[in-house]
């Protein structure tokens, strides 16, 4: 479904990503975890087709990225919210509907549904400037989710949503699993990784490890993820 196949990135002098190879299953849901700067969002932006590679090719259902057609069929939600400030949230999303090809009816009936999943149904008619960070975490995740991609790619979705909240939305991520989506969410976060089928874990720019959530976590002694980290940091 998704193919990185060698994928290097440098941003100067700098290697960023050093010869990722991942590949995706249909309906799987994959966490891309990794600390602070490990790569995460490069690696990202270069799914997408936002950025290029230096080397290697990504592929989404067999289609070479960057490919405007496949783009159409993916919600991404960007680190760092792109959104209309001195507009409401409702304007936002039905903004952000009418390009994504939604309209009437359709868009009205999508824009009430994900309001609820959110948790902003309140709060549409406030102007985003007026938006706590949460909230336009929020209002940038139902903008993703909108039109109902097939692909999901979510950075870091859920920093700064409280606890309650942040479970209902990986709820939500699992039954759009279920439903047949496929999905990649980027974390720092370890007990997210739990929620998650299969994890690649990045750091330094290298896919250090990359399989089934339970099977990594029996790879250590201690039967967590984080340790991973720690041998590859030399056991510091
Ligand atoms: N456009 C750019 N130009 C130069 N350096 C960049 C650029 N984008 C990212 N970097 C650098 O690449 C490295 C990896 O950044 P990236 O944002 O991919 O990490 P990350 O794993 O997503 O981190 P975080 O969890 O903090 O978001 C960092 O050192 C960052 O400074």
Redo the contacts with the bound molecule.
Sequence with gaps: MIEIRNISKA??K?Q?LNNINLRVEKGDLICLL????????????LIIGA?NGDEGEIYIRGNKMPNLEILKDIGFMP?NEALYNDISGLDNLRFFGGLMGLKGEGLHNSIKEILKLVNLEDDAAKIVDNYSGGMKKRLSLAIALLHDPDILIL??PTVGIDPVLRKSIWQEFNRLKENGKTIIV?T?VMDEVEKCEHAAI?YN?ILIAYGAVKDLAARTQSGSIEELFFTANGGV
């Design positions: 941003f100067g700098k960023i990794g600390p602070s700067g490990a790569g995460k969002t490069t690696l990202i932006r950025i680190q950075d870091e980027s720092h990045i720019g």
